[in-house]
């Protein structure tokens, strides 16, 4: 390595782009909308696995420019319904080997997740959980003052506080990563197995004939496609809607923020669903801190001074010790929210056209399972047992998958 | 903070309000829609990026549920009235 460091600086040559431009053809077989970690995820196990190359992700702005740029990458699998519980495990194990798979460093770090329960209800809900948690094979356990002021001893689990913790549902598994690299490796690999990543390529339409897909509209030029997959996260219902498909979808703006830098002192993720807050801290020795979702659905990426002012209420009451410590930066995503807090993965009723939305505030951790398991269903016509429960017509079967009490607030 | 025009109230911060989603009328005749039509009322959404119809009500104040229009792009609100106006 800096062998090749050297070689590179003294010869004067650019290293090899991590994926290249290319002019715009006029037909693939697959085209996918939206250059987040799904899009690219997709694009990757489709060349990957099933030897599908002659596939362009057709990205708006530059990749990683939505949610997967955003978000502050928790990744775990303690949800509250079986369905959701396998599928996001097969996600986690997915991350876990992806710096291998790679050979680039997407800096995954398994530290333990910690759900608070400030009332009998949560403490409830966390028993359940940890049940169907552990049916399905998942590390995860209730857990009480105590231990968790082991695991993090600058909480305060006294009764001082207005609503004070009575436990936690412990997920040793749940961990956080480096979001953009996630994205960058995707997109390297795709591009080196021969998937045509175009940035600054919007869609502006899609052409359907009878029912079935046959062509999408960019500002650079009309693509012929007989597949297109709609990873377009907040704005899905945008593209849904040029396809004629109805999505059960609401964009919601999500707000993040960081700290200045700390030396190490959190080595756990904790989030409160009653307080609506969570943080971890990143290898810089950043706070990184988030709630719930705005007040209003809105595709404005702006910050408010309410979301700081309220979660630096709610931190302190968990960590008092944070009183002077200064907030650097934030920012916000948009997310499309779903009734049932789970996503919308599949098939529509034109044919060609495939969803693979609805990911909230919860998805990043989900890109490598549903790339995979998507990829598998382009390639095979067959959707897969995993992710068969998140069909768009759940909607219409009553059949929803209810992930509320694990999705709201810990992402 | 965006501020929202109560139609009772005046220009307040959007922080005394609570946010009731877009105008989504109920099916004219409820008996005579099949079960799909049920589903994309109670489900599906328009998601409109751009101006939109959309309920508010102020909880903080004089407890009015009322219409906005506004840009779901800007936050820009259009204009506020009262249901039937
Ligand atoms: C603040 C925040 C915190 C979050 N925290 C977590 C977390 O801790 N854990 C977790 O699992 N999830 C989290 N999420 C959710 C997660 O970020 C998303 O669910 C996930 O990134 C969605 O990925 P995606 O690839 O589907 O979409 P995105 O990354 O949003 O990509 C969609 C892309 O589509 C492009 N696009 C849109 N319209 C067009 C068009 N017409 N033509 C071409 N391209 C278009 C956009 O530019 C965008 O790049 C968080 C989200 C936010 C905002
Ligand atoms: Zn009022």
């Known amino acids: ?411 | 903070m965006i501020q929202v025009e109560c139609p009772n109230c005046g220009l307040r911060n959007a922080s005394e309000f609570r946010y009731g989603g877009e105008v989504n009328p109920r099916p004219p005749q409820p008996l005579a829609i099949g079960d799909a039509e049920w589903t994309d009322y109670i489900y599906m959404r328009r998601n409109a990026a751009g101006v939109q119809t959309e309920w508010w009500y102020h909880r903080n104040g004089c407890g009015t549920w009322f219409l906005a229009e506004r840009d779901t792009k800007t936050n820009a609100v259009v204009r506020t009235y009262l249901w039937g106006k």
């Open chain 1, 1 to 411: 390595m800096p062998n090749k460091l050297l070689k590179q600086a003294l010869s004067g040559q650019n290293p090899a782009r991590m994926w290249r431009d290319h002019d715009l053809k006029d037909s693939y077989d697959v085209v996918i909308i939206g250059g987040g970690a799904h899009g690219l995820a997709c694009a990757y196990y489709l060349a990957r696995h099933h030897g599908l190359t002659n596939v362009a992700v057709l990205e708006k702005r530059y990749i990683g420019s939505g949610g997967s740029g955003r978000n502050t990458t928790i990744i775990r699998s303690n949800y509250l319904t079986p369905e959701g519980v396998r599928f996001y495990d097969e996600s986690v194990k997915l991350y876990e080997q992806m710096s291998a798979e790679f050979d680039f460093n997407v800096m995954f770090s398994r530290r333990g997740h910690l759900t608070l329960a400030h009332t009998d209800g949560a403490v409830r809900t966390m028993r359940r959980r940890a049940e169907v948690n552990q049916l399905q094979g998942v590390d995860s356990r209730l857990i009480w003052p105590e231990e968790i002021k082991r695991l993090c001893p600058p909480i305060d689990v006294s009764d001082h506080p207005r609503y004070p913790i009575l436990g936690a549902l412990y997920h040793p598994p749940g961990g956080i990563i480096r979001h953009d690299a996630v994205v960058w490796g995707y997109a390297h690999h795709a591009d080196r197995l021969g998937v045509h990543i175009h940035q600054l390529t919007e869609v502006t339409g899609i052409a359907v004939q009878g029912e079935r897909v046959t062509g999408v509209q960019t500002n650079r030029g009309f693509i012929k496609t007989g597949v297109v997959l709609n990873a377009t996260a907040g704005w899905c219902t945008t593209i849904a809607d040029m396809a004629g498909v109805k999505l059960p979808i609401t964009t919601f703006p999500l707000q993040a923020c960081v700290t200045e830098p700390l030396k190490p002192f959190l080595d756990v993720i904790i989030v409160s669903g009653s307080l609506h807050v969570y943080v971890s801290q990143s290898d810089r020795g950043e706070l990184v801190m988030g709630a719930s979702v705005d007040p209003f659905a809105s595709y404005s990426m702006n910050g408010s001074l309410a979301f700081v002012e309220n979660l630096a209420g709610h931190m302190l009451e968990l960590f008092p010790g944070l009183r002077h410590v200064r907030v650097l930066r934030q920012w916000a995503g948009l997310c499309d929210m779903t009734p049932d807090f789970s996503p919308v993965m599949g098939v529509t009723p034109v044919a060609g056209f495939l969803v693979d939305v609805g990911w909230g505030t919860w998805g990043f951790k989900a890109s490598p399972v549903s790339g995979k398991r998507m990829a598998e269903l382009i390639a095979t016509g067959r959707t897969p047992d995993l992710i068969h429960p998140f069909r768009l017509s759940r909607f219409y079967e009553n059949d929803l998958v209810g992930e509320k009490g694990a999705a709201s607030v810990g992402h």
